[in-house]
Each structure stands twice: as structure tokens, then as C-alpha cells.
């Protein structure tokens, strides 16, 4: 028995090591693609050539595992939205518009499938958590020429609004979101005095980029970071919510600061108001998509229709309007069944893990889950973004990497009780392998 324990923990090591290194792989890949490729005239080859060598490495690594690999839930359900998003060529007007919608979210499938498995096994995400970062400072040096406070502020002048200032926005949010990742991998007071310091260049770009979509995440971020992050699992309470009521009070004065004082602050102000045309066309979108939901609530319009149909040229700045004017029902309950079953075992691998830094490590997954849906119910269609296809399947991974880890945690206790000559399988390991579908 203790050779078969060491043998186990010998190939449970192998493994680790095997996905970690196809992680690294994956994550150097996506720095590069959202960072040099971006800035290159070889732009498609970079993407692709890329694609084609870490999707190679993955089967590579695959194909020893795979009589042991479950699909997870979600990826049949993506696969069963796929099909069904289909059915809407037979509305669509614009055909063009139409693949390149369903290219998309082809896209998000595989990397949910592929990026799921790869963090499952191998147990880590801090290297995309530091590609993350990587891309964050890369967009900012690259985008900003002259840093200082008069770049941030001057409300109401629209001179920083460029073609890519939300996908700044956005990177420079999950650089922040990467850096509170990041946080509880390490204990040397000097590294996380670094994160600090990378947190502040990334909330400078964020401010540059004037994104509301990205101050909205950041707000979601800073609410829920303390009760969820912080305070839960913490060994001491007391001193974790002290250090959370700092942490509030400190965050409270700079979104002030920011709605005050800054152009962001501004353009967010303006969101508010009445008066604001933009504003009001958003809401207007949102109240056209449902009508458009409602003529045609079971096939939709088409994937990519929204614009043709509403007859606007616009999509509809709200994923759930988006997705249900353009999929129907089926294609509403199929992409969000894919959050529901993400939380239900995020929170079921919570009540199972007690560790304070496998704690931290699912309540982040939580929290970038909640800024998925709000950012996407507030702002954008995020199911056509490929930046942030990489944060939804990266919780997905986490979460099954948690169900996976519970799991061998229930087998080595099995193992460990007198056997009696017929196999019994616990009903927690059967509950959790249900779970880990």
C-alpha cells in the first residue's frame, strides 16, 4: 500500500508538471498575442502560427490523459450553443457578419475546453495571471506617451478616445484583477510592494483609457475583494476585517477621487444623466432588443443580426439583450447555464476546502465570474470578445481544478481505510465526480 501511495503521488507530480509547462506555453501565447502581435505587419501569422503550435502541445500532452478526461459541462453546453446559434442562418441577412459571429464564438468553445483542462491538471493559474499583467503594462507604456495628471483629468474633453481605448480599459482592469490573483501567491512583503506599484501603473491606464466599462469592473472588484477575499478563510477575523475597513475606506476615497477629478469620472457622470444622447441611444438599443426578443423569441435573428434587424447598424452594447434577440431562449439558457454550473461548483468546492489560499484562489474565479456577467448586462456583448473569452475559461479551469483536487483528496482517504474485498465507493467521492461533470 505505501508503494502504491508513492507511485500515485509520483504520477500526480508528473502530471502537475506536464500541464504546467503547456500552461506556461499557453500564457507566454497569450501575452503575445494581445501584446506584439497587435503591433506587428505579420499580425495573422503571429496569431495563428501561435495557435497552431500550443493547440499541437495540448494534444501532445492530451493524448496521455485522455481515457481519464470528462468534458465539462460547460463545454457541451458551448458546443450545444454552437448548434443552436446555427438555426439563425435562417434569418440572417448578413452572412458575412453572421460567420464571423459564429467563428467567434467557435473560438470561445475551444479555448474554454482547452484552457479548463490545462488549469484542471495542472493546479495553477498564476502564470496567466502574470501574462495578464504583462499585457497591462505593455499597453500602457505603448499607448501613452506623456504620463502625469493633466492626461487623466480635463473633464469634458473627448480628445483620448481612440479606436482601442476600451480593450486598454479592459487590459489595464485585468491587469488589477491579476495583481489581486497574484496576491495571495506569495509572502515576501518586497514582491507584493512590486504588485502595488504594477496595480498603480495599471489603474493609470485604466484612468487614461476613460473605459466606464472598466471602472464599473473596477468598483465590482474593490466591493467584493474584502468580504470574499480577504475576511473568508481568513485565520484571523478579527484583524482581516481591520484590514478590509482600511482597504474600503482607502478604496472609497480614490473612486471619489476618480468620479471627482478625472475625464473618466466624467464620462461616467454623463451615463446618468438624461441629457446624455449616447446614454439614452444605449437604453433605447436595449428596449428595441427585447422587442426584437419578443417577435422572434425562440430562433432569433441571426448571430451578428442585431444591427441589420433593430435597423441601427449598431449591436446592442448589453449581452443578454444581444444573445437573445440574435439566439432566442434556447441560446439564453444555454450560454448562461454555462455561469450557473461555473458557481454552483465554485461554491460547492467552497464549503469542501478550508485552506485560506485555496479559498482565495475560488473566490477570485467568483469575482471575475460577477464581473463577467455585470460587464456584459452593463456594456458589451462579451461572448465575440476574445479578450475576455481567456478570464471565462480560465474560472471554469479553476473550478474544476477545485472538484478535481477534492476528489483526490477523497480517494487517499479511501485508500487509507481497511479494505474488506468488495469495492465501495463513498457517496462524497460520488457526489463530487457528478460535480466535476
Sequence with gaps: MINSKLESKDLEKQTKTRWTNLLILWSVYLFVVFTFAKTSHYRQGIIWGGAFVVVYKFFAVFQSYYKQYKLP?????????????????????????????????????????????IIKYSGDVKWFYIAFIGIAIFRVFYRIEDFGLDQITNPGTDFRR????????????????????????????????????????SLYGLLYSASRGALVSLIV??????????VDGAR?????????????????QGIRFIMLETYLGWRFQTM??????????????????WDLFLKNPILGYGLGQFGEASGTGRYA????????ATTGIPGVVLYYSVFLNTWRRLSWSLKKIR????????????????VLLISGFIFSPNFILQSTMFLLAITIGISQ?????????????????PQTGKRITSSKTRNSEMLAR
Design 73 to 117: 459541462t460547460e463545454g457541451k453546453l458551448l458546443l450545444m450553443f454552437c448548434l443552436w446559434s446555427f438555426t439563425g442562418v435562417i434569418y440572417a441577412t448578413d452572412m458575412v457578419l453572421f460567420f464571423q459571429y459564429y467563428k467567434y464564438i467557435i473560438e470561445l468553445t475551444i479555448l474554454v475546453i482547452l484552457i479548463s483542462a
Design 162 to 201: 481612440y479606436e482601442d481605448s476600451n480593450a486598454l480599459g479592459y487590459f489595464a482592469f485585468m491587469g488589477i484583477l491579476s495583481l489581486f490573483g497574484l496576491w495571495m501567491e506569495t509572502k515576501s512583503n518586497i514582491l507584493r510592494l512590486m504588485l502595488v506599484g504594477l496595480a498603480m501603473i
Design 221 to 230: 472588484l474593490v466591493l467584493l475583494w474584502p468580504p470574499l477575499c480577504l
Design 236 to 252: 484571523n477575523k478579527m484583524l482581516a476585517l481591520l484590514v478590509s475597513a482600511v482597504f474600503i475606506a482607502v478604496a472609497y
Design 272 to 289: 446618468m444623466e438624461d441629457n446624455a444622447y449616447t446614454e439614452m441611444a444605449r437604453f433605447q438599443l436595449i428596449q428595441i432588443g
Design 317 to 324: 452594447h448589453n449581452e443578454f439583450i444581444e444573445i437573445a
Design 355 to 370: 485552506h485560506p489560499y485555496y479559498r482565495y484562489r475560488l473566490n477570485m474565479a467568483r469575482i471575475g465570474l460577477i
Design 401 to 417: 481544478w477545485a472538484v478535481r483536487k477534492i476528489n483526490l483528496s477523497i480517494r487517499e482517504d479511501d485508500s487509507q481505510k
